[in-house]
């Protein structure tokens, strides 16, 4: 049986996880989330499971899991040990400050990427290792700046999987859709709590509503209204997180014309209830200040 996954760190300040699974012959259970990850064969060897298609791994080799894939691994030989390191696709944004790295980003995240980052031994092997051991040492360290050095490795780690998009015109033609859009995604983020009529979105870039719609859909894959609830759920996420407001009002802020339509849209995005989120959410910042207990 396959599902969609809800990490824990969903919600949190800092959405990305570093796990280690070993002595069990499932190593992980198929399954998908929205989510970035790369696995790593630290011993033994695997059968890795990618959408369908079976990969079979040994010691040192690194795969990469992209989002909305369905993925499993399952260990072949005993003494199999597996290293996961997975996080929320918005982790790393604020370090893509040139347009372009946005938009090989978003490429990357939509493309069908090859799944094997590197085969042990091979020539990109050690600076792919180098840069997983450095997030899983500074992750179990937790000393002081260890998030922003995490995000540094995570963004190299990225960027070298990125340097494989090769089409260059779609680039090019999303980068100036983008750049076209940039107002709307502005106001869309300014006003999410409010009600939005689409006419008004399109206005700020001085389009027609047909016309703006088919350009958003075209640079944003995905539809306005899409981007809209994608700001309100993230956004309500925020409020679970740092606040205790009552369902209504923060259904309320969050743009949501009452709090029965809010949990619904909700679970239906997140397979859970905001008030199971927020126990959740509550439980990982407590791990963040206390991560050793």
């Not at 970035?36 to 899991?65: H, P, S, T, W, Y």
């Not at 709090?259 to 910042?285: C, D, I, S």
């Amino acid at each position: 049986m396959t599902h969609k996954k809800n990490e824990p760190f969903e919600g949190s300040s800092f959405p990305l996880r570093v796990t280690v699974q070993k002595q069990k012959e499932d190593l992980v259970n198929p399954h998908w989330h929205e989510h970035l990850e790369v696995l790593m064969i630290l011993a033994g060897k695997a059968r890795v499971q990618l959408n369908g298609k079976l990969l079979e791994g040994e010691a040192g080799d690194i795969f990469f899991v992209n989002s909305n894939v369905l993925h499993g691994v399952e260990a072949v030989e005993a003494g199999t040990e597996l290293m996961g390191v997975v996080w929320d696709v918005h982790l790393i944004q604020p370090l893509l400050e040139e347009v372009e790295l946005q938009h090989m980003y978003q490429l990357l995240i939509r493309s069908e990427a090859d799944p094997v980052l590197a085969r042990a031994g091979s020539g990109e092997w050690n600076k792919y290792c180098d840069l997983l051991m450095a997030i899983r040492r500074e992750y179990e360290a937790c000393e002081l700046g260890y998030r922003t050095a995490i995000k540094f490795h995570l963004f190299q780690l990225v960027r070298k999987q990125m340097g494989r998009l090769a089409d260059a015109s779609d680039l090019l033609r999303l980068t100036r859709d983008y750049e076209r859009l940039k107002p709307a995604i502005a106001f869309i983020e300014q006003n999410y709590g409010s009600k939005l009529l689409l006419q008004e979105v399109a206005q700020s870039v001085r389009l027609s509503l047909f016309h703006f719609s088919r350009l958003f859909k075209r640079g944003m894959n995905r539809t306005v209204q899409q981007f809209v609830l994608e700001v309100r759920l993230r956004e309500a996420k925020r409020l679970l997180r740092d606040t205790d407001l009552p369902m209504a009002e923060l259904s309320e802020r969050v743009g949501f014309c009452n709090a029965n339509y809010f949990a619904r849209m909700f679970r239906e995005h997140t397979g859970t209830t905001p008030l199971n989120m927020r126990k959740q959410l509550q439980a990982v910042v407590f791990e963040e200040h206390h991560p050793h207990e």
